[in-house]
């Protein structure tokens, strides 16, 4: 079993959509969580840090969830340039370990 | 304004041909780490310094070397590289201390090695 599991996609949804990624960890003594966002041959950057208590910025959601050890991403209002790949981040000790990504298409 | 700046963007050498490539960083980081990404891969920790310590991950092979000789600069050398190093190599730093947990890290455009 890896370490962090994402949600296989792509999801290809329209313009205006909402659209949710899980993250699933299996270290229970993970740290801090993040979701970066990946554009096609670009360099991951950081889209947000995810607290227990959940934070919000803008159309973007992020939860974490300790004890079920599962992170998500909301993203409401979808845009053709949210298009990119999404990367959940697992931080234990200093040490991140990625997920392999979720593909986001957004279509006119 | 460039924080973490890795040169050359591209990189083409040949099989066995030792390279070396180069990330420098504004930020006066402490951390720097170097990733390997492959296609529709997550990015894979090869290493990384805290300040002049240098921690290994056990798998990473001994074909690749790293060197820090100041905060600003770190190198990553490919000692032989074969067919299956060629990948997008991502520089990265955090504030550090790396066991802090909680540190967001920055990273370079990457440089994209191919191996002829």
């Known amino acids: 079993r890896k370490e962090v599991e994402q949600d296989p996609g792509p999801f290809n949804v329209p313009e205006g959509a909402t659209v949710a990624f899980n993250c699933t960890y299996s270290?229970?003594?993970?740290?801090?969580f993040f979701w970066y966002r990946q554009d096609c041959r670009k360099e991951p950057k950081l889209l947000m840090s995810?607290?227990?208590s959940g934070n919000e910025d803008g159309r973007f959601t992020a939860q974490l969830n300790r004890a079920s050890q599962y992170i998500s991403l909301l993203i409401r209002d979808s845009k053709l340039s949210d298009s990119a790949t999404y990367l959940c981040?697992?931080?234990?000790?200093?040490?991140?370990?990625f997920g392999d990504g979720t593909t986001l298409t957004v279509k006119p | 304004d460039a924080m973490v700046i890795q040169n050359p963007r591209y990189q083409v050498t040949q099989f066995g041909k030792p390279v070396t490539l180069s990330c420098s960083q504004t930020?006066?980081?402490?951390?720097m780490y170097w990733y390997q990404q492959k296609s529709s891969q997550a990015p894979k920790l090869l290493f990384h310094?805290?300040?002049?310590?240098?921690?290994n991950e056990a798998d990473t092979p001994d074909n690749f070397q790293s060197r820090r000789p100041n905060t600003s600069f770190c190198f990553l050398d490919i000692r032989s590289p074969g067919l299956g190093d060629a990948a997008m190599y991502l520089c990265?730093?955090?504030?550090?201390?790396?066991?802090?947990?909680?540190?967001?890290?920055?990273f370079g455009p990457g440089t994209r090695l191919l191996v002829l």
């Open positions: 981040v697992v931080n234990v000790k200093g040490k991140s370990t």
């Open positions: 270290n229970s003594a993970s740290q801090s």
């Open positions: 995810v607290y227990s």
């Open positions: 930020l006066n980081h402490n951390v």
């Open positions: 310094y805290y300040d002049k310590d240098f921690n």
């Open positions: 990265a730093t955090s504030r550090g201390p790396p066991d802090s947990g909680g540190e967001t890290q920055y």
